[in-house]
């Protein structure tokens, strides 16, 4: 857009809002946010404008008020078909892990397994070093949506369906990539984690640091989600540290709820150097014992079920899991003896 001298870009007064020194600035309210996602959305602000303001919110560290605005604008902008099927569990996948295999992804795996229908949606590679969970179920023979219609068509069938940000909307993607552009993490990587893009009856996600639980809460709240739970999860994922307590906080029927699920090891192995994704198949198919990452696959997958109401307390939760664990690993065990033999 060209605009004459004395003439101010209709988003500049957003960048002012944020930037106009210590005493003057402020966050923007929730409208503020949707109308600057809204123009950002429709490609209406200059790139100088949109790196400002990507790293002038990032400094001040975003509200739940603008989270809940950039997330609903992104909603609204989004060609949703107008039959949806209720799905009952929306889980962002953003971060990629560094140190371990993404396991919370066999746990999504076997919660779909077990009749529960679930979204997945997460970027592209956007920092070095990292799986990412497109690539992991790659390794599965899980092939990502080519488009919103096709992922409702997946989730109707196997009850699992994993669509690319870039799929949602290109753009999207374009701006989580400028952190390599800008050196600092994009506000998206907050906001994609609030935006259940089908309208799930709940949500799982999970934080890098403990006090933006609460944020992704309050965000919920403010955008009418009934149900949320968030903790801190292993490398940023929604994955449950066994070795370690685990502080729960969410959204239950509309209201807030805090629990502790209590470590469920001693202690946890050594990071691992090789993050093979295949390592992942063969721990689904029963091929190799991994006591650790089979806890964790368990672990994961009790927060969803009492999230979704599948059980009554969280020991009742972890001990669920549990068994679908094992009765998961026992089909698979059965089905290998059963093969024919190779001469």
Not at 65 to 74: H, P, T, V
Not at 115 to 121: D, F, K, Q, W
Not at 321 to 334: E, G, H, N
């Amino acid at each position: 857009m060209v605009v004459n001298d004395m003439d101010e870009h209709p988003f500049a007064p957003f960048i002012r809002i944020l930037g106009k020194g210590p005493r003057l600035s402020r966050s923007l309210t929730r409208q503020e946010a949707a109308d600057a996602a809204t123009m950002v959305l429709a490609r209406k602000v200059e790139p100088q404008q949109l790196g400002a303001f990507l790293c002038l919110l990032r400094v001040r560290t975003e509200t739940p008020a603008e989270i809940a605005g950039f997330a609903q604008a992104i909603q609204k902008s989004l060609s949703l078909p107008v039959q949806k099927p209720t799905i009952e569990l929306d889980w962002p996948s953003y971060a990629g892990k560094s140190r371990r295999l993404p396991l919370f992804i066999l746990a999504a795996l076997l919660l779909a397994e077990n009749g529960i229908s679930i979204l997945m949606h997460g970027a592209e590679p956007h920092t070095q070093g990292r799986l990412y969970t497109e690539a992991a179920l790659s390794a599965l023979g899980i092939a990502p949506a080519s488009s919103v219609n096709e992922a409702i068509t997946q989730i109707k069938t196997r009850n699992f369906a994993y669509l690319p940000l870039k799929t949602l909307n290109p753009l999207l993607e374009e701006i989580m990539g400028l952190k390599t552009l800008l050196g600092l993490r994009s506000p998206l990587h907050s906001v994609l984690r609030n935006l259940n893009p089908l309208q799930a009856k709940a949500s799982l996600m999970s934080v890098f640091h403990p006090n933006y639980r609460a944020l992704h809460c309050e965000a919920g709240q403010l955008m009418g989600q009934g149900n949320l739970a968030c903790f801190k999860g292993d490398g940023g994922e929604a994955e449950r540290r066994v070795e370690k307590p685990c502080l729960v906080e969410g959204l239950r029927d509309g209201q807030a709820f805090r629990e502790e699920w209590p470590a469920l090891l001693d202690a946890a192995p050594m990071a691992e150097t090789d993050l093979d994704p295949g390592q992942l198949a063969r721990i689904w198919q029963g091929e190799i014992c991994d006591p650790y990452g089979e806890a964790v696959i368990a672990a994961t997958a009790a927060v969803a079920l009492h999230l979704v109401g599948r059980s009554s307390s969280i020991g009742d939760a972890d001990a669920l899991a549990k068994r679908m664990w094992q009765d998961r690993k026992a089909t698979a065990l059965l089905a290998k003896s059963q093969r024919p033999a190779i001469y």
